[in-house]
């Protein structure tokens, strides 16, 4: 059997679903016995035999700053063709368009096929809403030339597909959508209950909401503070699971509309999928998304969920009634009371939160290497 190399250029592993679905990508060509060489600032917190790293040498602690973001730009393209020299890869992976501009002169001189998967609509400000305005230029230049350079864009929702042809023209026309799936999950409600009790003090009598990720602008978190103050019930607990830039600020929000003594704060925890089970509603209340992990996963733990009438949610969670218009505070009061007081409207969204979940069970990672095998440089 010939030897396969495949190429991945990603900066770094973070936390969040991001690099949780980058590290499943990887996993899925691995399994296929092919070998996956990685170009990162720091080795990624996963190993394998067939895993190769390639790291850029740069003198920066941190990597959030412009000059690091300058040098990794100016560096890693000539350390990319330098590498894909040695390598010589039959495919270059990569998820987001900026990593195929990267790879741009080892596709000139090599003539190796790039497949870029699309995780959110590119250069999205609600996502780069810290940038400098020069920067969002420099971002959106970036992502037309990488999303030019690919050979195939795979998106993970129609409205990333749709809403990234409409602002880059070029977008190849090989180009589909391959969704996010449900992850594997054993579930034991009970258990998962008296472990928040252990953890957060959460009792029996209390009914907890939930959300989950990377807390930034686009994820709206606000609306859930407003959302509590118009509930009077001592019951409720609202348990934001993750971290992010706004945790600070969302804090003191919180104290500030004094629902403070209502909302914990976990931090960021790899034990998510052991707590939510324990829940009794998780709620998504993005300004925009590209397929929530954090909402697929809710639905894998079988907690009846609410999300922001976007059409990136209306994809996951299809009746109108488990959705709200994102600033809409009275309407999700409304709908978390109901939740609260009518048994048979919660078994309701329990029951249709689980018929939208098994529309995304199905093998994922078969899928990723289905869907980039045509394009392997024979």
């Known amino acids: 059997m010939p030897l396969t190399n495949i190429l991945v250029v990603n900066y770094k592993h973070k936390p969040g679903g991001y690099?949780?679905?980058?590290?499943?990508?990887i996993q899925a060509y691995l399994e296929q016995g092919w070998t996956v060489h990685y170009i990162a600032?720091?080795?990624?917190?996963?190993?394998?035999?067939?895993?190769?790293?390639?790291i850029l040498p740069l003198p920066f602690k941190r990597h959030d700053t412009p000059w690091f973001w300058a040098s990794f730009f100016l560096l890693c393209p000539l350390f990319t063709l330098y590498i894909g020299k040695k390598v010589q890869p039959k495919l270059i992976s990569v998820f987001s368009p900026p990593y195929a501009w990267i790879c741009g002169l080892l596709k000139k001189f090599y003539k190796i096929p790039i497949v870029v998967f699309l995780r959110t609509i590119p250069n999205e400000s609600l996502y780069s809403y810290k940038q400098a305005s020069w920067a969002n230029k420099i971002e959106h230049q970036l992502n037309e030339k990488g999303i030019e350079l690919a050979d195939a864009a795979i998106a993970n929702s129609n409205t990333v597909l749709k809403s990234t042809r409409e602002k880059y023209a070029r977008l190849t026309k090989k180009a589909g959508v391959l969704p996010n799936h449900l992850p594997d999950?054993?579930?034991?409600?009970?258990k998962a209950r008296e472990f928040l009790n252990t953890i957060f003090g959460i009792q029996e009598k209390h009914f907890v909401i939930a959300t989950t990720g990377r807390f930034h602008k686009g994820k709206n978190i606000e609306i859930l503070f407003s959302t509590l103050s118009r509930i009077e019930s001592e019951r409720i607990k609202l348990l934001l699971l993750?971290?992010?830039?706004?945790?600070?600020?969302?804090?003191?929000?919180a104290k500030?509309?004094?629902?403070?003594?209502?909302?914990?704060?976990?931090?960021?925890?790899?034990?998510?999928?052991?707590l939510l089970p324990g829940?009794?509603?998780?709620?998504?209340?993005?300004?925009?998304?590209?397929?929530?992990?954090?909402?697929?996963e809710a639905m894998a733990c079988e907690v009846p969920c609410f999300v922001s009438d976007i059409p990136e949610n209306q994809e996951v969670i299809s009746r109108h009634d488990q959705r709200f218009?994102?600033?809409d505070a009275e309407r999700l009061a409304h709908m978390i009371k109901r939740?609260?007081?009518?048994?048979?409207?919660?078994?309701?969204?329990?029951?249709?939160?689980?018929?939208?979940?098994?529309?995304?069970?199905?093998?994922?990672?078969?899928?990723?290497?289905?869907?980039?095998?045509?394009?392997?440089?024979?």
């Open 19 to 25: 690099s949780l679905r980058l590290q499943m990508k």
């Open 41 to 54: 600032v720091k080795p990624y917190p996963y190993k394998h035999k067939r895993l190769i790293p390639h």
């Open 185 to 190: 999950i054993s579930i034991d409600r009970k």
């Open 242 to 253: 993750g971290d992010g830039e706004e945790v600070e600020e969302l804090k003191s929000l």
């Open 256 to 274: 500030e509309m004094q629902q403070d003594s209502r909302v914990i704060f976990s931090g960021w925890r790899n034990d998510v999928t052991s």
């Open 279 to 296: 829940t009794d509603l998780f709620i998504l209340p993005s300004l925009k998304e590209g397929m929530s992990n954090s909402l697929l």
């Open 325 to 327: 218009p994102p600033h």
């Open 339 to 378: 939740s609260m007081e009518e048994k048979y409207y919660y078994e309701q969204i329990c029951r249709r939160t689980k018929e939208d979940a098994d529309r995304f069970r199905f093998d994922w990672k078969a899928r990723v290497v289905k869907a980039v095998q045509p394009l392997i440089k024979k």
